[in-house]
């Protein structure tokens, strides 16, 4: 079975520079979720997806970031314009969202290494 | 907002010994909880969920919850080098919450 795929795996920007990440998350999972993770910390999610619609987006800094899952599959995360605090990995991760049962284990893609000058 | 602790570590183990990784939490109303790893430049790898008080064991991995103290450790039996990474405690049903990880070191 093939995992999440995110590209690109590197982006170097100037601030104020806008950038795009992608994801296709594992086949047949419903739950698309976009954290972001700063160098020494765990995840922070930013915004997740459930089919192509959005469940919870509480922590995402809507003033610059976006995101958007068309036709309830691949996923993009938009910055624009980014900051030098934007420095970050930018983690996809998909569940399959069993209801019945109530748990709900996430799988992660390879990231974004995202460095604003 | 739920709370994850975490010790940062690093905490150094010999091979073959015992590593015991802890973690507390604030909301007593969880109730699902995983165990990622994440080696140097990757992105996080989940190795254990637990949903029940007690045990569950998956090969050299144990992981133990009490709901009641509010903690979830993960027991690594046989250490091995290749153990080495940072092990980040999660918890929530849909909308996960991370610790920020405890760095394992495994000496040969």
């Known amino acids: 079975e093939a995992g999440v795929a995110q590209s690109p795996r590197y982006k170097i920007i100037e601030k104020r520079q806008s950038v795009a990440f992608w994801c296709n998350p594992i086949s047949g999972h419903a739950t698309l979720y976009w954290y972001q993770q700063i160098l020494g910390q765990g995840p922070k999610l930013l915004i997740q997806f459930q089919n192509n619609g959005v469940v919870d987006d509480s922590q995402l800094p809507k003033d610059r970031f976006s995101a958007e899952r068309l036709k309830g599959v691949d996923s993009t995360l938009k910055i624009q314009p980014a900051k030098l605090e934007d420095s970050a990995v930018y983690l996809c991760?998909?569940?399959?969202?069993?209801?019945?049962?109530?748990?709900?284990?996430?799988?992660f893609g390879p990231g974004t290494r995202l460095t604003v000058l | 907002q739920k709370e994850v602790e975490q010790n940062s570590g690093p905490l150094s183990v010999p091979e073959g010994a015992i590593a015991s990784l802890n973690c507390t939490y604030s909301d007593r109303g969880s109730q699902s909880f995983f165990w990622y790893r994440q080696y140097s430049g990757k992105s996080p790898e989940l190795i254990m969920s637990i949903y029940s008080n007690g045990d569950k064991e998956d090969g050299r991995f144990t992981a133990q919850l009490n709901k009641a103290s509010q903690y979830v450790s993960l027991l690594i039996r046989d250490s091995q080098p290749s153990d080495s990474a940072t092990y980040l405690c999660?918890?929530?049903?849909?909308?996960?919450?991370f610790g920020t990880g405890t760095r394992l070191l495994v000496s040969p």
């Open positions: 999660a918890l929530g049903f849909q909308k996960l919450v």
């Open positions: 991760a998909s569940s399959y969202n069993r209801i019945a049962g109530g748990h709900n284990e996430q799988f």
